[in-house]
């Protein structure tokens, strides 16, 4: 591969995340693996460019793949390394939305085609599924043409992930999650659903609820506790970032925000309000 001296940055927080690091495995791309979950900033990795000379001392470029941090990249270039951005969300007004989800503008950037991830024993279908959920959530397998006995092969495929990132964790979110799910109410268009829970993250375990239940992109307001708040699903996710920061994900429809521990979301009344 033409990518010598380039050292790929990325967590492994996620099902896409560690996707793109089985596959860097894979191909000897050089990888500095972070340890951060979401929320992930730049400044947060220490040392970075001693681990980048560590790894390289003839390193020429990084590789960054969703974690923002526009003056630690600052430092990076002053120190001679190109930097190269891969992400598909928008920070407060760090606007890094794309159509392509981070998988595939990796694919993309190391010119890693079907061909060559079946070479290396990846299915392409399967990682072309993990993509599209990350860009769309997994009505996006619709999208794409799967027949419904590959979305359920690609559904199995990502669960894999999901647990292999942590499984006994994965397990309390779905508890928590269901007991969330059982809980939840319509208001005025928007499946609303909350924990009290502060310290389980729910969100991606009920957006598998939702998908069993509805099976089409549905209007969701999910709180968990006084830390995090997400709506999902909107054509208006421009209006609550511009109007309390936070992040947009999946194509610019769904919004997120992560609080102090001590508060500080607003409350779902007040969100429906701002539609």
Known sequence: MQNQHIILICPRNDEESLQILKIAKAFDISTIVSAQGHGAKLENEE???????????????????????????????????????IDH????????????????????????????????????????????NDRGFLWELQKIGLSEENQDKALRYIKELVYELGRKERKEEEAQAQKAWEARRKQDGFLIIESDNNDVDIRD?????????????????????????????????????????????????????????????????????VF
């Open 47 to 85: 040392g970075l460019i001693k681990r980048i000379g560590l790894i390289d001392p003839q390193a020429s470029a990084v590789v960054i793949v969703e974690i923002p941090g526009v003056e630690t990249e600052g430092k990076l270039r002053e120190a001679g390394i190109d930097v190269n951005i």
């Open 89 to 132: 969300h928008q920070y407060n007004e760090l606007d890094r939305l794309n159509d392509k989800s981070s998988l595939e503008q990796f694919l993309e950037f190391y010119d890693i085609d079907d061909q060559d991830l079946k070479s290396a024993g990846f299915d392409p279908m399967l990682v072309r599924a993990v993509a599209a």
């Open 205 to 273: 375990a009920v957006s598998y609820l939702i998908f069993a239940e509805y099976k089409k992109p549905t209007p969701t307001i999910i709180k968990q506790g006084s830390h995090k708040l997400y709506v999902q699903e909107t054509a208006s996710a421009q209006k609550l970032i511009e109007k309390y920061g936070g992040f947009l994900f999946g194509g610019g429809k769904c919004w997120g925000m992560i609080a102090p521990r001590d508060g500080g979301l607003p409350e779902v009344s007040e969100i429906i309000g």
